[in-house]
């Protein structure tokens, strides 16, 4: 049988086994899947398209013959294997931060910068799934009406912390509506100081404290935008909050733009409306915006509440939800894949 | 017995019931308490003060003899009942939109704008919720260093929406944590045409959607802001939004200040350290950041994550939470009471 051999690292966690959902409905061939983990998950089972498969351990030589390896269990993960994998003929597409800055590294959110691909080594990194989101979103923006400046608040989902974090949330959910006192040990993140409870509550903490007050997570968002806009002119600000809610990153967006002139509330519907990957939800007659709940599941980027900020003649508010496991991770991983299998980039004796 | 004969109108409300609390504890002498609602809720008890009180149903004649009425049962109670308090030599103290934007009603945050008291007519105004606490954070800024412009997207408690929102959102919880179906019928605002779930998502709309796009909740932000600082040409541009958290709001404000040699994140956290109503929370090394659920039952307002925008010489960002139902409802109401009381402007019979 023809096609490609996929391995999937990470496989038991929230975003592989999203990874592996994606796998099942990609629009590549695939002849053969790998599931790989660490250790302690090996020997564990999952479902693919109505076969069981059993999860074994990642080592360099789990790569063998594999075409393309997606790889969502950590930095230090993808710094140890996936040079392993690219050294035996691997494409490998990351959604870790292990390579996302690195210069040699292309960073891709298909409906922006696609042709990046085509410079890669081996490695192709996914941003970070507050970017990504925003990226579909401003970017047929920016292509009309040029983009200056960027200010973001961040409603970000429990699920990017990882399935430990969501089944935190849901205990301290329980215990507060029995009204029994409740613990934290994982959020805001896990392995920092201190710990706070998520359910019911804010956290204004995604990753750990950086340089100058922001956090890693807010400087992702900074610096992978110009990385992936490709014009480190553009100003990002960002303020990223964790917010109790399972699935769907949402994004209150303030942007300046440079040709005021064109720009307007309506101008900017019409550009999003035909835009790749983004669903526009703006219609706030009949109460049309969109919600985290109603993202979960689906591929797109949900845009709504575009509005002028009447104070400024090149300010504008847009408010951007996504399923931060998909688009934000598992579909944006996939869907590398299936751009480079139609660009013909995928190294594969098979397909050969 | 001397002191001041207060009346609670909506005392069964979610705010009513904290008035009532804050005034247990009150500065000034109180010698007799009336606590009044609607006709369906007359009949119910209260306590205050270890006293069993009864609701009573709201009249005309309710107020007589009342030297101070707070008022929280909607904006038609206030406009219907308001003038008939006053009249009868009363004070009032009004929580809803009816008479905030009035310009024969001064509208007050105590440590903003107190002598705007001075301009009263028998009625003062307690703003916004959102708009208090995002006061309370801003004005020392203003006055050490200027401020040109607020953009603020805010994580908004749902008891702003009245116990039955609460409640509604808890049942949804349970039924979405027993993995059941849910039904929304409250949120986003009880009465408009669509309802959407609040647990476990997010909801960018708070009150109904007004001109050019913005909420009245939005546009309330913008317009009691210029009336409480005084100053018109202050730019104010909002994107509120619903979180599932039962109180405390929070917001995440970026601002842009005049004075951009003077400020810096250090001079704003020494302003805000000694500032009224305010405790820095503000120390990332070690985590230091307030967050809604510690915020609850405290009459402060907390303010931390103040950071400079790097790529901007005026703006930086701050991160403000307040329990929405004590400093932006019940507890800037009493406290206005106080200072009605301090300043001898209440016309009581009893304390002359």
Redesign the interface.
Known sequence: MNGYAVAVVGATGAVGTKMIKMLETADFPIKEVKFLASKRSAGKTVSFKDQTMTIEETTPESFEGIDIALFSAGGEVSKKFAPEAVKRGAIVIDNTSAYRMDPEVPLVVPEVNEAALKENKGIIANPNCSTIQMMVALEPIRRKFGLK?V?V?T?QAVSGAGNEAVKEM?EQ??KM?DEESIEAAIL?VSG???H??IA??????IDV?AE???TKEEWKMTNETKKIMGDPQI???A?C?R????S?H?E?I?IEVENEEAAS?EAMRDVLRNAPGVVLMDD????V?????EAKDKKETFV?????????KD?Y?L?VVSDNLLKGAAWNSVQIAERLHHLNMVKSEATK
């Open positions: 400046r200010i608040s409603y849901n959910a329980q509506l805001p920092d100081k201190k706070f409870p019911f509550n804010v956290l204004p903490q404290f100058e007050g922001y100003k990002v600000s303020t909050v917010v109790p809610v399972a769907g949402s209150s303030y509330v706030v007659a009949d109460q915006y969109p919600t985290p709940l709504g509440r575009i509005r002028k900020d009447l104070d400024a300010g508010h408010w």
